[in-house]
């Protein structure tokens, strides 16, 4: 074999070169005296025209056979003007067939009908559709321009272990069995974070690696158990200086991959603040439809629902969905409310604005006053839908409204999907509260650090305590973030026990790692961003399957290996393992 050429590379000036293609059967048409012939490999597709002296090799010939052809670039006499090479067909000269191929199970275009299952069985049979190999091949690209960035700022890639102490805060761990060491067990990464921050102890003050870390969780469209970030990790800088390395970042990608000149500085927005206006903190910035603080507004107006969760301490936020009144009907309303209660809210309110004055089940118990304020304050106008929920619990209204919010955006096409809205979400709270377990949990991590003029209230007020974390935010995803880190022993020890943590459990799951800080840790900060999620929104796709060439299933599976499976009692009795059977508490 001497391919001359790859198949997206000819072009009308190519017109009378000899040439040598190999590639895939994509199409053939049989016209009696002539074949057609598109032959595809990952560069594209160009058409190969046989006469009818080829019939009796090629009456065989099906999609998916490699052939190997020599003949003439010639001009295309029926252009196509929606491919690269459509100027230009081959008049084949000389064909082999170099391997035949069986009737696959699903068609190989960019357009299939074959089930998700199917794809991911014949997961080397999806691999060859354009789409994917263009995915996967922009991944690439993404990962080289980090690279590049990375390597001209002087970051050192470093690898970090993947055989770790399992540190049970947070995800669950997946567990490796030590043969050695019967009774113990490594644990998969769920990142790289002691260890970077080690390497920050050891004086390399600029690290990098492309880390595979594992999580075992829930999955979902934009979740996998195991997963590829950037983990980046830098000393001696402040926040400011952190945050202008991941934009600089970003724009090395952008401008490489999706020739996007993004400006810079990104936009900030404090979390307090992307809470109370979009109630989420990763807002998608492409569209308004913001939140409304209706607690004032509100508080004196009779309808039970609204003052129960007031007088409770709750809170009532509304949005308004600009001219769309006329559009939904009580049964889109109701789906909308069915959504809500996803988010365990108890139900949604709505009015609509009308020519003919204000209706909806709640009109009636507003006074004139009070429906005046509303409207008001809502900035409401003929023609809008108001929609409302309430609830002692501020995060419930916030995560129903913002669910809300972002299937109107999607539903309603109210943002351009081809732009690029990069947000920093700033001042995190240092602790989340668990009302169910009675204790705080760190929002980010144990080791982020607080901010400085909140550096008391690790001890005297936790619910107040903001970190020096930082996430960046892409068109309502959360792409990655970081922190400055806790870098003190002292201080470190405070945040531990502000988490609820023993001595004795510091001592046996951060023992190792918070006794180097006895030993001159310099101060230290960094940043993760998550690769499979940035391509897949650099794609353009709804899941990460589509930017992984061999992904999990929903039910953390591989149909194509059949991974897990059992394994032979020899080797677990090597690892000093029996299995029992299980039976789960909803099945008992």
């Not at 761990?173 to 043969?179: I, M």
């Not at 409304?292 to 039970?304: I, R």
């Not at 470190?492 to 006794?515: M, P, S």
Request: hydrophobic share 40%; charged share 30%.
């Amino acid at each position: 074999m001497n391919r001359t050429h790859n198949n997206g590379e000819l072009r009308i000036t190519d017109v009378n070169k000899k040439v040598e293609l190999i590639g895939w059967v994509a199409k053939k048409r049989n016209l009696g005296a002539l074949v057609f012939v598109d032959l595809r490999d990952r560069h594209g597709i160009t058409q190969v025209i046989f006469d009818e002296s080829f019939n009796e090799q090629l009456k065989d010939v099906k999609n998916e056979y490699i052939l190997d052809i020599k003949g003439t670039v010639v001009e295309r006499s029926s252009k196509n003007p929606d491919m690269p090479t459509g100027d230009i067909e081959i008049q084949a000269e000389e064909v082999k067939i170099v391997n035949k191929a069986a009737t696959t199970p699903m068609i190989i275009t960019d357009e299939t009908d074959a089930l998700e299952e199917t794809r991911m069985k014949y997961r080397y049979l999806d691999l060859r559709r354009p789409a994917l190999q263009k995915n996967i091949m922009r991944r690439a690209k993404i990962v080289r321009a980090i690279h590049e960035y990375l390597d001209s700022e002087e970051f050192v890639e470093i690898e970090t272990p993947y055989l770790n102490k399992s540190t049970p805060e947070g995800a669950r761990d997946f567990l490796v069995p030590s043969r050695v060491h019967n009774g113990s067990f490594y644990a998969l990464p769920q990142s790289p974070q002691l260890f970077k921050q080690l390497l920050m102890v050891a004086g390399f003050e600029r690290y990098y690696q492309i880390a595979r870390c594992f999580r075992d969780e829930d999955l979902r469209a934009d979740r996998q158990p195991e997963f590829t970030q950037v983990d980046v990790e830098m000393s001696f800088m402040n926040t400011d200086q952190v945050i202008g390395i991941g934009e600089g970042l970003i724009k090395k990608v952008m401008k490489d991959v999706m020739d996007i000149d993004v400006q810079l500085p990104f936009p900030r927005m404090t979390w307090h603040d992307a809470m109370e206006t979009y109630g989420i903190d990763k807002p998608d910035t492409r569209f308004d439809l913001k939140l409304v603080n209706l607690n004032e507004t509100v508080k004196d107006v009779d309808f039970t629902v609204f003052k129960s969760a007031l007088v409770a301490g709750g809170h009532v936020k509304g949005i308004n969905v600009k001219g769309e009144a006329d559009n939904y009907s009580r049964k889109k309303i109701d789906a909308l409310t069915e959504l809500a209660k996803k988010y365990k809210a108890k139900g949604l309110a709505w009015l609509k604005v009308t020519d003919k004055g204000v209706s909806g089940p709640i009109a009636k118990f507003f006074t004139e006053e009070q429906m005046s304020a509303l409207l008001e304050k809502m900035n409401a106008e003929v023609g809008d839908l108001l929609l409302f929920v309430s609830d002692t619990h501020y995060m419930v209204v916030c995560d129903a409204l913002a669910a809300i919010r972002n299937h109107l955006g999607k539903e309603l096409k109210l943002y351009d999907p081809r732009q690029f809205n990069f947000l920093w979400v700033v001042d995190f709270p240092m602790f989340e509260y668990s009302e169910e377990d009675g204790r705080y949990y760190a929002m980010h991590h144990p080791f982020t650090r607080p901010k400085d003029s909140d550096l008391d209230k690790i001890d005297t007020d936790p619910a107040n305590c903001l970190a020096d974390a930082y996430d960046i935010v892409l068109n309502g995803f959360e792409l990655g973030g970081g922190s400055q880190r806790i870098y003190e022993e002292e201080l470190q020890d405070r945040a531990f026990k502000a988490l609820g943590f023993t001595q004795e459990r510091i001592d046996a799951q951060f023992g190792w790692f918070v006794d180097a800080f006895r030993y001159g840790a310099p101060p230290h900060a960094g940043f993760a961003l998550g690769l499979d999620r940035f391509a897949m929104l650099l794609c353009g796709c709804d899941s990460l399957r589509d930017v992984i060439a061999f992904p999990k299933n929903t039910s953390a599976t591989c149909p194509m290996s059949k991974a897990p499976t059992p394994v032979d009692n020899d080797q677990l009795k090597d690892l000093g393992i029996e299995v029992t059977e299980y039976e789960s508490e909803e099945n008992k």
